[in-house]
C-alpha cells in the first residue's frame, strides 16, 4: 500500500507573530520529515474563517514545502473550486507544479461547510455550476498554448494565455472529491481521480471503488488502484488510555466540522452531515489503536480494493513515525 498524509495548519490571531509563524514551520519540518520516513505524498485542505488560525492559502504553503523536499508528492484536498478566479488559481497552481518538477496533485471540490458560504455571501445552489465553470476554465488555461476567450455565467475573460505552463502536461492530474454515486460517475467518466473520505466503511469504500473502476473503464480509461486515494483518521495508541485520549480527540474535532457545516448556507448533499449521528462507526473505521489494530483495519480496506490511504494524524509527529517504524514497513513491502 502507498500511504501520504492528510490535514491542515493553524496560525492563530491574537498570539505572537513568531509563535503563529513558528506553528506553520514545524508542520513544514514536519514534511520533510515524512518525506524521509518513506510517505509518499501530503494532501492540505483549504478552509476558511474558523475563528481557529486555519492556514488557508494552500498553494503558497505547498509552495514553500515543494522547495524543502524532493520526492514527496503535494497535493490538495481540496482546493474549493467556488472560492477562486480560475485564471489567477491556474497561474499559481501552474507555478507551484513548475517549482516542484512536477510534484503537485490538483485536488478539487465543491465546499459544503455554512460558514463559507455564509462568509463568501455566495448561495449554496450556487456552488454546482460555479465548480463546473471554474474547473473548465481552470483545466483550460493550464493546457492551451494559445489565447481563448471564455463567456460564461459567472467569469469572463478576453484573449488570455496562463504563464507558465504547467511542468505535467497537460495539466496535473485531478483528483475530485466525491462520495455519491452520481459525483463518482462524473469523476470517472472524466478520466479524474478519486478521493474518498475518511468517514466512510471499508464496504461503502469497496462499493465505491467498484462502481468508479466500472464507469472509469466503460469511458475508455485505465484503471489504477493508485488512482483512489481514501483518507482515514489515524493514531497508534501507546496503551488504551493514549487510545481513549485519540478517540475523545478525534470527537471534538468532527463536532467543531459539524457546527461550522450546520445551517442554512451548506450544501444539503455534504458528505459531512451524513455521518454526523454516527459516532461509534466514525470510530470503527478510523485507523485509532495499536499498530496491530490499525494492521488489521488496513488489511480489511486493502480487501475492498484500497491501495493508497491519506492519514490525518491529529498534528502529531510522534505519532507519524510510529506509523512509519510499526505499521507502514508491513504494507509498503508488499
Same mark, same amino acid.
Given at each position: 500500500?502507498?500511504?501520504?498524509?492528510?490535514?491542515?495548519?493553524?496560525? &492563530?490571531?491574537?498570539?505572537?507573530?513568531?509563535?503563529?509563524?513558528?506553528?506553520?514551520?514545524?508542520?513544514?519540518?514536519?514534511?520533510?520529515?515524512?518525506?524521509?520516513?518513506?510517505?509518499?505524498?501530503?494532501?492540505?485542505?483549504?478552509?476558511?474563517?474558523?475563528?481557529?488560525?486555519?492556514?488557508?492559502?494552500?498553494?503558497?504553503?505547498?509552495?514553500?514545502?515543494?522547495?524543502?523536499?524532493?520526492? !514527496?508528492?503535494?497535493?490538495?484536498?481540496?482546493?474549493?473550486?467556488?472560492?477562486?478566479? &480560475?485564471?489567477?488559481?491556474?497561474?499559481?497552481?501552474?507555478?507551484?507544479?513548475?517549482?516542484?518538477?512536477?510534484?503537485? =496533485?490538483?485536488?478539487?471540490?465543491?465546499?459544503?461547510?455554512?460558514?463559507?458560504?455564509?462568509?463568501?455571501?455566495?448561495? &449554496?445552489?450556487? /456552488?454546482?455550476?460555479?465548480?463546473?465553470?471554474?474547473?473548465?476554465?481552470?483545466?483550460?488555461?493550464?493546457?492551451?498554448?494559445?489565447?481563448?476567450?471564455?463567456?460564461?455565467?459567472? @467569469?469572463?475573460?478576453?484573449?488570455?494565455?496562463?504563464?507558465?505552463? &504547467?511542468?505535467?502536461?497537460?495539466?496535473?492530474?485531478? @483528483?475530485? /472529491?466525491?462520495?455519491?454515486?452520481?459525483?463518482?460517475?462524473?469523476?470517472?467518466?472524466?478520466?479524474?481521480? !478519486?478521493?474518498?473520505?475518511?468517514?466512510?466503511?471499508?464496504?461503502?469504500?469497496?462499493?465505491?471503488?467498484?462502481?468508479?473502476?466500472?464507469?472509469?473503464?466503460?469511458?475508455?480509461?485505465?484503471?489504477?488502484?493508485?488512482?483512489?486515494?481514501?483518507?482515514?483518521?489515524? @493514531?497508534?495508541?501507546? =496503551? /488504551?488510555?493514549?487510545? =481513549?485520549?485519540?478517540?475523545?480527540?478525534?470527537?471534538?474535532?468532527?463536532?467543531?466540522?459539524?457546527?461550522?457545516?450546520?445551517?442554512?448556507?451548506?450544501?444539503?448533499?455534504?458528505?459531512?452531515?451524513?455521518?454526523?449521528?454516527?459516532?461509534?462507526?466514525?470510530?470503527?473505521?478510523?485507523?485509532?489503536?495499536?499498530?496491530?489494530?490499525?494492521?488489521?483495519?488496513?488489511? /480489511?480496506?486493502?480487501?475492498?480494493?484500497?491501495?493508497?490511504?491519506?492519514?490525518?494524524?491529529?498534528?502529531?509527529?510522534?505519532?507519524?513515525?510510529?506509523?512509519?517504524?510499526?505499521?507502514?514497513?508491513?504494507?509498503?513491502?508488499?
Amino acid at each position: 500500500m502507498r500511504f501520504g498524509l492528510f490535514g491542515g495548519a493553524s496560525a &492563530p490571531r491574537g498570539v505572537d507573530a513568531a509563535e503563529s509563524a513558528r506553528g506553520l514551520q514545524q508542520v513544514v519540518d514536519a514534511h520533510v520529515e515524512a518525506e524521509e520516513l518513506g510517505f509518499h505524498s501530503s494532501f492540505i485542505t483549504e478552509h476558511h474563517f474558523t475563528g481557529i488560525g486555519q492556514m488557508s492559502a494552500i498553494l503558497t504553503m505547498l509552495t514553500f514545502i515543494a522547495a524543502r523536499t524532493t520526492r !514527496l508528492r503535494l497535493g490538495t484536498a481540496v482546493l474549493v473550486l467556488p472560492w477562486h478566479n &480560475p485564471v489567477l488559481l491556474a497561474e499559481q497552481v501552474a507555478t507551484l507544479d513548475m517549482l516542484s518538477a512536477g510534484r503537485f =496533485d490538483l485536488g478539487v471540490g465543491k465546499g459544503y461547510r455554512h460558514n463559507e458560504f455564509a462568509g463568501f455571501a455566495m448561495r &449554496p445552489e450556487e /456552488a454546482e455550476p460555479r465548480f463546473e465553470e471554474v474547473l473548465a476554465v481552470l483545466c483550460r488555461a493550464l493546457s492551451s498554448n494559445e489565447p481563448f476567450s471564455h463567456r460564461g455565467r459567472f @467569469w469572463r475573460f478576453d484573449d488570455i494565455v496562463v504563464e507558465p505552463a &504547467p511542468y505535467q502536461r497537460p495539466h496535473p492530474p485531478v @483528483w475530485l /472529491a466525491a462520495s455519491s454515486a452520481n459525483s463518482i460517475t462524473l469523476c470517472a467518466r472524466r478520466g479524474y481521480n !478519486l478521493l474518498l473520505d475518511q468517514f466512510a466503511s471499508p464496504e461503502q469504500i469497496g462499493e465505491r471503488i467498484g462502481l468508479y473502476r466500472q464507469e472509469l473503464e466503460a469511458a475508455g480509461h485505465a484503471y489504477d488502484p493508485m488512482r483512489v486515494a481514501v483518507a482515514r483518521n489515524c @493514531w497508534v495508541a501507546l =496503551d /488504551a488510555s493514549d487510545r =481513549d485520549e485519540a478517540i475523545g480527540r478525534q470527537a471534538q474535532v468532527h463536532e467543531r466540522l459539524l457546527a461550522l457545516s450546520r445551517g442554512s448556507e451548506s450544501r444539503p448533499a455534504s458528505h459531512i452531515l451524513a455521518y454526523s449521528d454516527t459516532a461509534g462507526a466514525r470510530e470503527a473505521h478510523s485507523l485509532i489503536g495499536s499498530s496491530a489494530e490499525i494492521a488489521a483495519r488496513l488489511t /480489511a480496506l486493502k480487501a475492498q480494493g484500497v491501495a493508497y490511504v491519506l492519514l490525518f494524524g491529529q498534528g502529531s509527529r510522534e505519532n507519524m513515525r510510529r506509523f512509519a517504524e510499526t505499521v507502514m514497513p508491513d504494507f509498503a513491502a508488499e
